[in-house]
């Protein structure tokens, strides 16, 4: 079955970096659309960057651009997102998310929080 397991979460400074971590089984990860969302306390979730699984192509909400980068090593069957220059309203769960090819559902990770101070 899919498995979608968090990591690299914590605390961190503002200004300081954070690098989360998704390993994913059970599904064709090289292919599948990924995802990391994050949702802070009384918010809605929210779409922090995509990766398009047919050609790699990468969107990051403007919240995010030039501070956060995602990334995918496709042999480990494993996502990254890289986090620098934290502010404190980036403080939130973050949820990796997987659209396998042909599935007609997605697949969310169990989350991992990241708190920064100010």
């Known amino acids: 079955q899919v498995q979608l397991v968090e990591s690299g979460g914590g605390l961190a400074q503002a200004g300081g970096s954070l690098r989360l971590s998704c390993a994913a089984s059970?599904?064709?990860?090289?292919?599948?659309?990924m995802r990391w969302y994050r949702q802070a306390p009384g918010k809605e979730r929210e779409l922090v960057a995509a990766?398009?699984?047919?050609?790699?192509?990468?969107t990051y909400a403007d919240s995010v651009k030039g501070r956060f980068a995602m990334s995918r090593d496709n042999a480990q069957n494993t996502m990254f997102l890289q986090m620098n220059s934290l502010r404190p309203e980036d403080t939130a769960v973050y949820y990796c998310?997987?659209?396998?090819?042909?599935?007609?559902?997605?697949?969310w990770g169990q989350g991992t929080q990241v708190t920064v101070s100010s």
């Open positions: 998310y997987a659209q396998p090819i042909r599935s007609i559902r997605g697949y």
């Open positions: 059970g599904f064709t990860f090289k292919i599948a659309d």
């Open positions: 990766s398009r699984g047919t050609d790699g192509f990468t």
